[in-house]
């Protein structure tokens, strides 16, 4: 039994793992992701990664996984297009990159399909096969696993979860559509719906005060219009959820991104939306819960992804 | 080679067919479904066709396929519980008992999915491996192929893409939520929106004059509130579509029912609001039609799950 190596590409730092086939991880490193360097650079950083958890073991590698940003067409390992936090990344031939400098089988995904499948196999999902992964932040992204296996699309688009429609013709989001699930739920709406209610008392915050955790930490507080906000939120989450879950029918919901982190009271919310809305048939074998594996799910994912070949 | 049989269980008929592998049919027939009868009056019924299909054929029958109304466990070939149209259906052992009565195995699903993977196999989508299918009429329902499979889901309840919100909030829906698409765009609520704009003109309808073709007729000679119902109901439609498709990012998608009847034009006017509303990389790939199959679709799907056995 041999090691994978796990590289989970991000817009701040590169993350890389050594671990084993069911995700367990031997050693677990970061460094910067230089993703504001042109595309070679990023290469070279990614190769020097590589090569650091090569040196460290005497174990047979028979596989390289990788998380990037980005919609990646499998089979060949490549970014289709741009990612807009890593500017030179478009196109990128990870695959065939890192077969050539290294000779090792590379299969390269999605960020958000690649923590996806780690929470699906080793994670808060570890019994599902059928789970749908929200991750809440800036935007709202998501993977989806079906059948045991990562739901791709046709053209490696699939899990636009934050681009459903919750309000036909309602606010303008950055995909161009109106009435996102994204243009309600995310951190940024939440900010904003938060400062115009604070507007109507004359409470004025800078926008870099504001941050999803000044809210909850308001609301913790028993301060109704952070209540308010968080309320809304969880509203527009359940509905965007529940459209989802009455098309899949999944065993499991996953929250997770910085969003998430509001704790179980927040999760609890938005299940009990998403019970409201859902078919009776959906709901009785539906568990709703918080991502398990954190800052490494993204590494995780990589190995298994390295390992399963798929 | 030998032939299939395959059975379509509806509110009205049962629809009975034998064909081979490819879908192609040989016999095609059809009888009252005696669907207010008790479940053994029913199965009676279903036994007389499967025999009159034998006695027809010299051929070898491997297998027989079902496609009924209802959600359907098909490992056990069972109802879920009830289906409105047939009312003492209720978690009918299906597979069991045609199975026990003439031996042969026998596949059973939920008949929109069934449909579906006609229309994945040999109708409009023939060539695709992801198809989503939109039945459009009292109600609005679906059947998912995925990775060339039927989607059923953990509960055997996928593809309620009637039960998706287009407005948060919205009008109540039969499901118990509220802003489902199907509360906005199946036949009775287009007929609902029509005699409501009537009603601003002093114009009365009965609501048994009114229905989707009246409303279709009316617009081909320029009736500007026919016209308007028209666009309102593509308008939801494509908003519908549009969160599905960038959740699955399929090959194609098709739309059926008797709403869809309307004609060419009508389904152009959902493409291009669904195209609106998409993403690129999902619009790039995304085909949009028309069911192919009509009344056969539900033996033809039948046959296919016989000989496909999954």
């Known amino acids: ?38 595309q070679d650079k990023i290469f070279e950083n990614i190769f020097s990664a590589i090569e650091e958890l090569l040196d460290e073991t005497d174990s ?26 890593i500017p030179d990344w478009t196109n990128a031939p990870i695959k065939k990159s890192i077969e050539d400098k290294f000779g090792i089988p590379t299969y390269v995904d999605n960020d958000a399909n690649v923590v996806a499948l780690a929470e699906a ?9 059928s789970v ?10 998501g993977g989806i696993i079906l059948d045991n296996k990562i739901l791709r699309g046709a053209s490696y ?42 507007k109507r008392t004359g409470l004025l915050y800078k926008e870099d005060q504001l941050s999803p955790e000044f809210i909850f930490q308001k609301a913790a507080v028993e301060e109704d219009f952070a209540i308010e906000t968080i309320n809304e939120t969880c509203d527009y989450l359940g509905t965007g959820i529940a459209s989802i879950v009455n098309v899949l029918n ?11 982190e509001a704790g179980e009271e927040f999760i609890q919310r938005i299940e009990k939306v998403v019970r409201q809305k859902i078919m009776k048939a959906c709901s009785d074998v539906l568990k709703v819960g918080k991502v398990q594996l954190g800052n490494d799910a993204g590494v995780v994912g990589a190995i298994l992804l390295a390992a399963e070949g798929k």
Do not use: W
């Open 132 to 141: 749908v992964c929200f991750t809440i932040g800036t935007g709202i992204g």
């Open 250 to 260: 999944p065993e499991m919901v996953l929250i997770g991104g910085g969003v998430s």
């Open 121 to 129: 196999r080793c994670g808060a999902a570890a019994d599902c096969s």
């Open 60 to 85: 047979d590698i028979p596989a390289i996984g990788m998380g990037t940003p980005g919609s990646v067409n499998f089979e060949r390992g490549q970014l289709n297009g741009t990612t807009p936090n």
């Open 1 to 38: 039994m041999g090691l994978y190596i796990g590289l989970d590409l991000g817009g701040t730092n590169l993350k890389y793992a050594l671990g084993d086939e069911t995700g367990k991880l031997s050693t677990k490193k970061s460094m910067p992701s230089l993703s504001n360097e042109n």
């Open 157 to 198: 688009s699939a899990a636009e979860v934050g681009h459903i429609t919750v309000e036909m013709n309602g606010k303008p989001c950055g995909c161009g559509n109106f009435g996102c699930l994204e243009a309600y739920a995310a951190a940024p709406a939440m900010i904003k719906r938060y400062r115009h209610k604070l």
